[in-house]
């Protein structure tokens, strides 16, 4: 079940970033997170106070989570997009974790099918996204999602140097 997160849900999420950022550090994933830098709890309480921070749960346990909003990094104004929408009409998910030990259960494939049904719900048919170049794992699902990837920028991100971000887009038909 996907549903908009409470302040209960917090400790769970920043676990989730917690045994992401472990992944990274023993060399398990390429994620291009650090940690203390990006994501930290603070993250997801701030997403939590605008009310667009989203879990997914199963039996009871929280095993991901998302940030679903219109929120357009500012780098995403240097590329020309595919489809050009009034910001109003876009919809951009952010911060999708699931849970390491929920691996293969397809709940990051069940989240953006949420976030693309969520979008239509609001009236955006154009989504947005970004990613590190360096996870190829994310790269992977989302090219097998539909959505193309529109352009590689380099840039610090949420505090991490040297970032590459790989924007992406899908245009839903209405």
């Not at 997170?33 to 309480?45: D, H, L, N, Q, S």
Request: with cysteine; hydrophobic share 45%; net charge negative.
């Amino acid at each position: 079940m996907i549903r908009k997160a409470t302040a209960s849900d917090i400790d769970a999420v920043a676990r989730i970033y917690d045994e992401i950022h472990q992944m990274e550090e023993s060399g398990e994933a390429v994620i291009g997170w650090i940690r203390g830098v990006y994501p930290t709890k603070a993250i997801a309480e701030e997403a939590l106070r605008r009310d667009d921070l989203f879990v997914i749960e199963k039996d009871g346990e929280v095993l991901g989570s998302g940030i679903i909003n219109k929120i357009q990094v500012s780098d995403y104004a240097r590329v020309q997009w595919e489809h050009e929408a009034d910001a109003d009409q876009v919809c951009v998910l952010h911060t999708l974790t699931i849970s390491p030990r929920a691996g293969k259960m397809g709940l990051g494939r069940q989240f953006v099918d949420f976030y693309e049904a969520y979008a239509l719900e609001n009236g955006c048919f154009e989504l947005r996204i970004d990613t590190n170049e360096r996870n190829l794992v994310a790269r992977r699902m989302y090219a097998k999602l539909g959505y193309k990837e529109i352009a590689v920028v380099p840039t610090v991100f949420n505090g991490i140097p040297d970032v590459n971000m790989v924007l992406l887009e899908k245009f839903l038909n209405r």
